[in-house]
């Protein structure tokens, strides 16, 4: 709607999520073995040990070593909607605001396969949240823009995290235990941006940023010889910094250095952050740091690509780069230091080649550099690892 210098837009929308999961699981284990004498079980290999002939009531017995937290089911509901009002005045200035509604609930059960008797433990959340956003744009020219905006947000802790059962954590290859004692986690945000486009292709970008969080679930450490992690929550947390995004084809390299046909179809493109981030704690209890950056939130983030594109239908291919500042993996308690993960580098490569008009060959190349993934506690390496390299290729055929 227009109302002379005065354009207005009102939207509005609804959504609905529902998730669930249940975990079955039963374990077995061999037991008997050390019936054995010493010298066979350390000198005979397996095949030899676990024989028809050894196995039975006087030799290894295969026995039910389910845990009375290994079964349990969860289910996330949320309904949403929101309304939006978009105002532009004088195309100069742009307002726009809203609230997105979530109403929902959260719940995990886990039980005892085998003692229906023993009580299970149960967690139940929900609310209905009321989450406002907004920003103001400033159009300080044609090409130029100055942005502010806020808004509310809530994360929930994932369904497994909710629940005492054990999973293995597939980056950190460590035991966690989830906890059904944790409480979502609300965040305010503000930013304040400035946005340049010398062309409708490239890009520079300045940005400040600044996020409250209150409950931030963190990954502590047990005081366990298992090595055994959970989720908590903190108190409290803040992050705050600087963000450099900027995107830029290659054609002028034409006049600075030689005639290439080349350099129009090339652009680069990358984005740097700086984080400062600081947590809240209430009572420090079984912690060993009484302050530390928030667990997960590297000091640093850099990001970097290469793409070649041919605006004719040919074929295409982008490089590219990421690396992060160390981080704190899991935050350590009883005296223990904090585990932090390692820099590191990953560089990968992706390329579509077009055969005909229906058919596209692709080909990817993963962790290219093929570095080490490490974490140190104190002076000490606890895991290290190369990730390895992953190469794929494919055929999409377009009918």
Do not use: C
Request: aromatic letters at 12%; hydrophobic letters at 35%; a negative charge.
């Amino acid at each position: 709607m227009t109302f002379g210098p005065v354009d207005l837009t009102l939207s509005g929308g609804w959504r609905e999520l529902d998730r669930d999961r249940n975990a079955k699981l039963r374990r077995y284990k061999f037991d008997g073995i050390q019936r054995f004498p010493l010298d066979e079980r350390f000198q005979d290999s397996l095949e030899d040990i676990f024989t028809i002939d050894n196995i039975g009531p006087d030799g290894i017995v295969i026995r039910d070593s389910t845990r009375p937290t290994d079964n349990s089911f969860a289910f996330l509901d949320i309904e949403a909607a929101y309304g939006l009002i978009d105002l532009t005045l004088w195309d100069r200035v742009r307002l726009n605001g809203g609230v997105r509604v979530e109403d929902w609930r959260q719940s995990a059960v886990t039980f005892d396969l085998f003692n229906p008797e023993r009580g299970p433990i149960e967690t139940e959340l929900g609310d209905e949240d009321w989450l406002p956003s907004g920003s103001v744009t400033v159009f300080l020219s044609e090409r130029q823009q100055l942005i502010a905006s806020f808004g509310e947000t809530i994360i929930r802790p994932d369904l497994r995290e909710l629940s005492p059962s054990e999973f293995t954590d597939p980056v950190l290859d460590a035991p966690v235990l989830g906890n059904p004692e944790l409480a979502p986690s609300d965040i305010v945000h503000y930013d304040l941006r400035y946005d340049f486009s010398p062309t409708p292709t490239e890009l520079v970008s300045l940005g400040l940023f600044y996020k409250e969080i209150t409950n931030p679930i963190e990954l502590v450490i047990l005081p366990s010889e298992a090595k055994l992690v959970t989720f908590e929550n903190a108190a409290g947390a803040e992050n705050y910094g600087v963000e450099f995004e900027f995107r830029k084809t290659l054609g002028f390299l034409n006049r600075w250095l030689f005639e290439f046909p080349l350099w129009d179809r090339l652009t680069v493109a990358g984005n740097a952050s700086l984080i400062e981030s600081n947590i809240d704690i209430d009572e420090q209890g079984i912690l060993t740091s009484s302050s530390r950056p928030l667990q997960g939130q590297s000091p640093h983030v850099i990001n970097g690509q290469i793409s070649y594109l041919h605006r004719e239908g040919g074929p295409e291919a982008t490089l590219l780069y990421n690396v992060a500042g160390k981080r704190i993996s899991e935050v350590g308690v009883a005296g223990l230091p904090d585990k932090y993960a390692q820099p590191f580098e990953q560089l990968d490569f992706t390329m579509t080649w077009p055969v005909g008009s229906r058919i596209k060959f692709k080909f990817k190349a993963q962790n290219i550099l093929d570095s080490t993934f490490e974490i140190t506690q104190g002076a000490e390496t606890t895991q290290i690892y190369q990730k390895g390299r992953k190469f794929s290729v494919g055929l999409d055929i377009g009918f």
